[in-house]
Every structure is written in structure tokens, then in C-alpha cells.
């Protein structure tokens, strides 16, 4: 290998990395789910703790990859050169010496990981809010027990205000997490586990299981509405309202009908709080109007997206436990789609 | 003698190729069928990763279904574990632990014909779930309670997961011993364990970690089966079970199986690197004890799998400091690998430059493993793309990077023939380039909080260019892969020409042809120190390793050819022959064995029966195979037991 290609090759490669290097700065951090722009203390601490070991690993990956590259060239063959370098078999001091260095640098991240282990698992004071989150394949139900509110796939809390969430199951193990709050929590058949955390920034922030379960896995988002406590708290009381009455709209009140109906099957599956509709399996639909998204996060709350779910939910989203007793007629869906819609 | 092995040998040839290749218990051969059948493997699990890249290439791609996609995913990662990346390694103990240590087989040769017949019927029983749209669909890691339950996993696709996995289990435990035996008592006279080579030594550990590891793989996948198939309910929460159980059971076989899959390849770079510095490795003991403490270690950090399980602080807090120690040996071996380059001759060749990559890629994945480490950075990282990234770095800029640099290193040894060397280098450039270019935008996504095993994403997430330049970095990887089967295949199309010893090699199997004879060594070498050809060679300046002589003579007369004054070290190879040389012995070779293919078929029968008891359509036929697979079991057993082993003994 000539010298000269040696000095291109390497060129290319600072060449690239600084490339790289660009890229990155305008290509991270942009999304949603980006944990390095954390909206919680949860996740705020882990991003701290993080950052110094970031810089650390960094500069052992420098200083690992600069002696190799070093000894490759320094102590690379010459043409026509047949040197027998020394049988050199160690050096002891100098093997203590690199076992104490990772030892060292070790104890160093340790110290501040096992004291955060067990800050993050403090329990929240007596003014924490607690949420029921319940896993179902493939989306999230969320219980507010203190507050009598059942509601799906969109988790309301409260700026400043720690949440302690209760993570259950009802099938398959499931992990809870919306990266820019906090950390991942596994929501497993019979365990109870807890997550806590406080959000402090208002705003809207998906999350999505993270433990495979199953075909919809993908599918399976939810969106944490973290909110002032007066927006929460006028939340609530509408989310309390039953939805009892027949609404005014005649199309909707047709949408009732077809609902109830209990060979069109929906209310085996789902509640609407204030009618006979009592089903456990799928979401709680009494304020489905009001909320931002559907069908396990994967789609928009818009009468065309609920249509097109009416229509052929198995085509929407393969493999999901909604199966149509029938295919219903436009009209239906119609009819439908205004009575869901109400239900604000 | 050598006569009666030429013999021997055509005597041979006049069987068929295809019956000495499928009754062979020649160790080389047996190397060299791993190694084909597992690179096969590796093309078939690249192509897995090249549908996945090429589904996730965009946002809301609908290029595979979710069904197929979960599939993909499951069987690239289940391929890449157990039947690429074992064997791989399998191959190269096969041909070249016996080689290193002076032996003229394995201990139980039929036992390690077996374990490659056993290897590739459970391969190839789980690959056919494809052929029904039923294959493996859990993850590789196959968490119960998914899979466990015939409610939420209703296909075959987990019962060919479970029965081809408990197949290649069994192949896996029965190399292992083979392995560990052969270690122990085929060394050659003077190969004290101190001065084994250190590929040897990590063999050794590894044959170690997979006894003690896959039983609790084993008794996972049986409580799996029989709450699938016998109603038990170890799994199932309604009934009082718990399937974070098996995600212990899984585990402690799970991060052991890291290092099974990790140590060879350790001590493959330990070989190559000094071979291509004319160097002695640096801290040859260090290296040695720091593969002891991981394989140690290893024992003691499942649940570093589990941080998010909600297991507790301090269980956490226990794992993450035993993880942090891992970090230590490892480490070690890497200064160390530093230090046998620093003042040495380097030689630019292909396998010097993977195993080089190897030092600093590896670095990278051991570093992110200790971000993981840390409990809470883990509940952010653990299932997100910054995992895939991290086990990327260290099972393909790892495993893949220094299995690649053996292949250079050892391939004239195995067939014969040097690998292009311009070609190789293009094939390191374009590896190193695409491997980073595929796995280093991984991080990024993870802090972009993408997960893993999700089909889909949507536009919104902000996640399409990384996608896009990993899935670039992807097809450039398989490209590279092209270059080096080009490479081969050129390789065949020369004569096979390879010189004994191209590479001015430090250990034995240096000594002998290039491709080895059947009986490997003429008259079984006496070895006098560690890199024991290169003594021979150059003579010691100072006999390394220790001075005490448990297994003969290191001095005095003319020891490369002495005679072996204690032959009965020899008694596990059969007839203590190896030690003649003075005409009146022969080279006892074990005869070629129908009996380990057969048992392999009745074992493999035994997993199809039990997939078949499961379908709708042959139900009834199920349990009548799994009788006819025990019944050639147990007779092809007793064959074996009554096979003479001396069939050519008069020759």
C-alpha cells in the first residue's frame, strides 16, 4: 500500500466524517420522540446523566482508535524490509496499569447511575395525580380511579404535578414510554408496576409501547396531553359527563341506534357510559369525539379516518381485535361516524 | 506408516463424494461443512436484513405486511445467533483446535459429525415455517407470555421455533463436550494449557459457557412447549404463572450465549494479529484470565436484560455493577491487542485490517454496553434503536469483522488457496464503510426515540433520513459481501497452490500442508513453548509459558521428531497410536459412521412430529412421527455403541 494512497484514504475519511458531522447536527433531535429535549424530570436526569458519559466514551473511543491507527502506520511493514522485532511478551505494571484504568473510569459512572437507580424510584408526595394505564393489544386504556374517568389512547396529566402511573395488562407484556417524559416501564400480565414522574413542560407528546407484542406492536401509540390544572380539571368534568341522551342530529341519532343494536355487535366490545353499551374488551367510547387520535395512535381522530375504519378496520390495521359481525353499508358507516363524532 | 494412511486415504476416495461427505467424522471436513453451510446461512439472514431495510426505507412503506415483517425480523435475529454465528465459530473449531493442539481428530468423532447433522436438521426445520407462512414470529428472544400461549401466538410459527431451537440446543451441548474433552486430553505432549494457543483457550471457555448456559435455554423452551401443547400454565398469569420467568430462564442462557458467540472470535484476533506483527500477543496470561472473568462475569448480569422489567432499585442496582465489571476484562484484552501491534513488523494484509477494524468497532459496542449498564440511561435505551446499533458493533464489528479476518487468515489452510488479496481489501473498504454507514445512524434514531421491531413508522416522526441512509448503508453491505464471494469463488477457479505456511504462522497448524492431510501430523509434534511452530521456526530466544514438563520432553534431542515416550497420554484417541513413528504402528483413523446422520434425522423427526401434532390438517400424524423419531433414535444409537471402531485396523 503506498504512503500517498494511505494520506488520501484518510483525508476521505475526515472528509466524511466532518460530513457527518453536519448531517447530524440538523438531523437529530427533531422528532417527537426525541429524548434529548426531555419535557419531564425523568427523563431530564437520565438526559444528564447521559451526556458526561456520552463525552467520556467519546474520548476513549478517540484515544483507542488513535494508538491503532498510530501503531498501523509507525510500525507497518516497509517494502522489502524483513525485521523480526523483538519477542516482547508482556509487561506486567503496565497490564495493572489498563486494569485500573477501566476499574477507575467504571466507579466514576457508577457512582452517579446507582444514586439516580434510587432517586427515580422515589414515591411521588401525597399531592401526585394516579393513572391506571392498562395495556390491551394494540392500545392504551387509561383509568383515572380517583376521578371516575375512563378514556383511550390519550393520557391527560398536569404540568408540575407528578403522575403515578399503575401500569397493567390484560394480555401480553407490553413498556410503557413516551421518550421525552421518562424512561421505559414494562407493563406486564399480573405485575403492578409503578412509574412516576413529573411533566414540566405543556404541550403534546406521543409515546408507544416498546416491548414486542405481537403483530400491531407497531401500532400501538398513544399521546400524553400534559396540561395546566385548570385546562385538566375542565378536561375532567366533561370526560365525568355521561352520554346518555339521543343527540339533536338525526344522522347521529340513526348512528345511535345502529350502535346499540345488539346483533350489530359494537357494544359487546365497547361502553358508552350512560347507555347499555358496557363492553370491556375495546376502548370506552363516551367522549371518543374528543379525542386526538384513533385505532391505537394509528390514526387521526377525522370522520374520513373513522369512516375508513368502519369500512375495513383489517385493512387499516392487520391483525387487530376488531372483527365486523358484517360489512357495513355506507350509509351505516354514515350514520355511524355522526354518532361517534358527537360523543364529544 | 505414512503408506498405510496414503492407504487409507484412497481407500477412502473410492467411496462416492456425496457418502464420505455424509458419514465423514473427519474434524476438517466437519470444519469445512459448518463453514459452508453457515456462510449459506448468512446469505439467507443478510437477505432477512435487506427486506427489513428495504420495508423501513420510507415512512408508511407497505413493501411487507406486518405478519411477514415480524417474521423477517424474527428469523434474521434467531439466524444470525444460532445458525450463522455459532457455527461460524463451530467451524473454525473444528478445523483448527485439533490442528493448534497437536491432534489428529477430535475425542468423539462421530459425536461432532452428529452435532453438525443435528446443527443443520434444526436449521432447516425452522426455516421451513417459511415454506407454510409460518415461520418464527416472537423475536428472537421469544418472550412468554406472546409465545407461550396458543391465545395470542395461534399459528406453527412458535412451535418451529421451539422444536428447531431445542434441535440445534441439543447439537450445541454435544459439540461442546466434544470440545471441552478434546481440550482437555488431545493436547499434544508439551502443550501444557499454558501454552495453548489463545484460540484454543477461548474455545475451551466457550465450550464451557455453552454446558453450563443452554440447559437453562432448554428448560425454557420445554416449560414454552408444554404450555402450548400440555395446558400447563408456568407462563400464564391468569393461572397464577409468571412469564417474566422465562425471561430469566431466556436470559441467563441470553447474555452468556453473548460471549459464547464473542470469545472465539477473541481469540481468533489474538492469533492474527500477532501472526501479522511477528509478535508474541502482549499479556498472553492476561488475555487468558481477562476471558476467564467474562465468562465468569457473564453468569451474573442477566437481568441487565430486564432493567425495565420493574424488578426494583436494588436488583437494578446489583446488575449494573456486575455489568460495569464485564467492562474491565474486556478492556484488558483490548490494551492488549494494542499492545502486540506497538513495535511490531505490521503486515497490511486483508485479515490484519479486519482484525484491526475489529479492535475499534468492538470498542465502540463495548463502550454504548456501558451506557446500558446504567440503569437509567437503560430505561430510555433498552428496546430502542440504540440497542440495535450497540449489538450491531459488537456481533458485526465484532463477530462478523473478525470471523471475516479468520476467513483470510485461515482459508488457504482449509482449501488450499490464498484469497485475492486486492479483492479483499476492496472487500475490507467496502464492509468498514458499510457497516458504519448501516449501524452508526442506529444511535441517532434511538435518541430520536425510535423503537425497535416496529414494521411501520409515520412520516411525522422525523425519522426518514436515518432510515434512509441505514437502509443505503444495507445494500452497500451486501455489496460488499459480493466482493468476497467473488473472491472465493476465484480462489477455486486456481489451482490449489497454497504454500504450508503463507502467513510465517506462529502456531501448528502452520506446520503441516495446506489443506491438511487426514491424519493431520505425520508423527505428533512435541511442543516446547507457546507459538510453538515459531520456535521451532526461529528458535526460542526464551521458551515462553511455563518451564514444567507434565507431557514430555522439551529438551533434548531432536524434538520437533522424538519419539513420544508416553504413549498412554494418548488413550482417548483410540490404540495410544499416535506416538510410532518407527513403522510399527499405523495412523489410526476412525471409519467413516452412518449412525450420527441417522440420529440426527430421528431427533429432527422427533421436533417435525411435534410441529405437525399442532397444525389443523396432520394433527393425527404428529405423535406417530415423534414415535418413529425416538424409535431411529434408540436404534441408531445402538448402532453406533456396537459400530466397530476399528474397521480399518488390519490396513
Redesign the interface.
Known sequence: ?GKGRLWTRSLLACALSLL?VA??GC??????????RPAGD??G???D??VP??WL?VV??AL??A??LF??WR???RPG?D?????????TR??IA??M???VI?AI??VP??S???D??REPGPEALTVRAIGH?WWWEFQYPELNVVTANELHIVVDRPVRIE?HSV???H?F?V??L?????V????N??LTFTPHEVGVF?G????????????MKFTVVVQTQEEFDAWVRQQQQPAAEVPADPLAAQGRELFLTPANACIGCHAVAGTEAKGKVGPDLTHVGSRGIIAGGMLENSPENLARWLRNPQAVK??NKMVLPRQLTDQEIEALVAYLMSLK | MVESALKLERARYERSALVEWLTTVDHKKIGILYFWTSIVFLLIAGFLALLIRTQLIVPGNTFLGPETYNQVFTMHGTMMVFFVGMPLNAAFFNFFVPLMIGARDVAFPRLNAFSYWAFLLGSLLMLSGFLFGAAPDGGWFGYANLTSSRLYSPGLNIDFWVMGLQVLGVASLASALNFFVTIVNMRAPGMSLMRMPVFVWMTLITAILILLAFPSLTVGLFMIMFDRYFGTNFFNPAAGGDPVIWQHLFWIFGHPEVYILILPPMGMISEILPTFSRKPLFGYTFVVFAGMGIAFLSFGVWAHHMFAVGMGPVPNAVFATTTMLIAIPTGVKIFNWLGTLWGGSIRMTTALLFAAAFISMFTIGGISGVMHASVPIDYWQTDSYFVVAHFHYVLFGGLVFAVLAATYYWFPKMFGRMLDERLGKLHFVLTLIGFNLTFFPMHFLGIDGMPRRIYTYSAGMGWDVWNLVISIGGYLTALSFLVFLYNVVRAFQRPADAPADPWDGRTLEWAIPSPPPAYNFDVVPVVRGRDAFWIEKYGAEQVVGPTAEPHGPASGGSPQRSHNPNPGQHAGHGQGAPSGHGGQAHIHLPPPSWFPLATAIGLTLMGTGMVMHASDTLGSLGFPVVGLGIAVVVVSLLGWTFEPIHEQAHA
Open positions: 500500500m457527518a448531517l447530524t438531523a437529530i433531535g427533531n422528532s417527537p420522540q426525541s429524548v434529548n425523568h427523563m436526569k437520565i438526559w446523566l447521559f458519559i456520552f466514551s476513549i473511543f483507542v482508535t494508538i491503532l501503531a498501523l510500525f507497518r511493514q524490509e525485521r523480526h522485532p523483538e519477542q516482547l511478551h508482556g509487561n503496565l497490564e489498563w486494569t484504568a477501566p476499574a467504571l459512572i457508577a447511575t446507582l439516580l437507580i434510587f427515580l424510584d393489544q401500569l394480555d401480553v407484556i413498556s414510554w421518550p421525552r421518562a424512561g421505559k416501564r414494562d406486564i400480565p399480573g405485575w408496576n409503578v406521543p408507544q409501547c416498546a416491548e414486542f407484542c405481537g403483530i400491531q406492536h407497531a401500532n392487520p391483525g
